[in-house]
């Protein structure tokens, strides 16, 4: 089960931020820190107190000394310093993960609340395997089109690494609280097959009857607000360490972007509220979850049926036949 502890790159961050405000409260400037200390390199402390580097604890024990720091403020940032260079303990905590996941396993990490919308797919944190796999097959067919066939991991070990950050929905005491919010269309049946999707909706019916989840669907034709609309994917995370900054993620499909900045984050969670809003409510939604998962159970039916009396169609082969195949 993950750790309800920071990731170390959460840790690196808010030790960053700590040694840059006490560097300041001393009254000194970085060219002051290096001189007094003797580094060799004039970007060492700066990529300290951006969070870039992985912390000496030595390196840590010398500035504190500088900055006559008191013996709880200390023992506070030392035991920061160690676990934002523990990758690997931290790591061991994960029966698979793989540089794709990390990122957002380190946010997830030692959260008290997560909120998140998508306007087209089911969170990952809510995906079943077989919803995973659509994903990020699909995602890795348009990499090899693209001409990026290195896609880093085998798809198998991607699903497992994803699967293992579900975990800290259901840790019980600690748990982080979460919400989200479920377009219609990342359930219908663009999505997947009926019975990839049959298995999603019944995942979900069982996720959103745990105490600390919350689901909303928000049905196709609902306006949000006056006429918004969300233009892209984001999760919001609030930590259980008050001094770590509220993190904004927007997932753009083929890249990421984080942000702290405290009104661009109020924007979000504005939108957000807007969305909750429109959207079914807790109850409303599981009737809805349950009523969809019973229909999709007629359409893998159905499906099956059809399968065992249809022969299969002649293909077409000519100059596209890359294309006709397909």
Request: glycine content about 8%; aromatic content about 6%; proline content about 6%.
């Amino acid at each position: 089960m993950p750790p309800a502890s920071p990731g170390p790159i959460r840790r690196r961050r808010r030790l960053g931020l700590e040694l840059r405000r006490l560097r300041e409260a001393a009254g000194l400037t970085g060219d002051q820190v290096i001189e007094h200390i003797g580094w060799a390199s004039a970007s060492k402390l700066s990529r300290l107190e951006n969070g870039r580097s992985r912390p000496d604890p030595q390196d840590v024990q010398n500035l504190l000394d500088l900055y006559r720091v008191d013996e709880t403020v200390r023992s506070e940032l030392l035991g920061i310093a160690q676990e934002a260079g523990d990758i690997r303990g931290w790591l061991k905590n994960f029966p698979a993960m793989t540089q794709q996941q990390r990122s957002f396993a380190e946010l997830e990490a030692g959260c008290a609340e997560i909120s998140e919308y998508n306007p087209v797919l089911v969170p990952g944190l809510l995906q079943t395997p077989g919803y995973a796999r659509m994903r990020i097959s699909s995602a890795w067919q348009v990499d090899q089109e693209a001409g990026d066939p290195d896609t880093g991991e085998d798809i198998e070990t991607e699903i497992k690494a994803r699967l293992a950050r579900q975990s800290l929905l259901n840790r019980g005491t600690g748990a982080a609280r979460y919400t989200a919010v479920l377009e219609e269309a990342a359930l219908g049946h663009r999505a997947g097959p009926p019975e990839v999707l049959r298995e999603q909706l019944t995942q979900l019916c069982e996720l959103a009857m745990l105490p600390n989840v919350t689901l909303h669907v928000l049905l196709r034709d609902t306006p949000i607000g006056q006429w918004y609309v969300p233009p892209t994917a984001f999760s919001l995370y609030r930590f259980a360490d008050p001094l770590d900054l509220e993190t904004l993620a927007i997932e753009g499909g083929f890249t990421d972007v984080m942000s702290t900045d405290v009104i661009v984050l109020n924007r979000y969670k504005v939108v957000f509220e807007w969305l909750c809003t429109a959207a079914l409510s807790a109850t409303d939604t599981l009737t809805w979850l349950m009523e969809s998962s019973g229909r999709m159970s007629s359409a893998v039916a159905a499906s099956a049926v059809a399968a065992g009396s249809a022969t299969a169609p002649t293909q077409r082969r000519g100059s596209a036949g890359r294309l006709t195949e397909r």
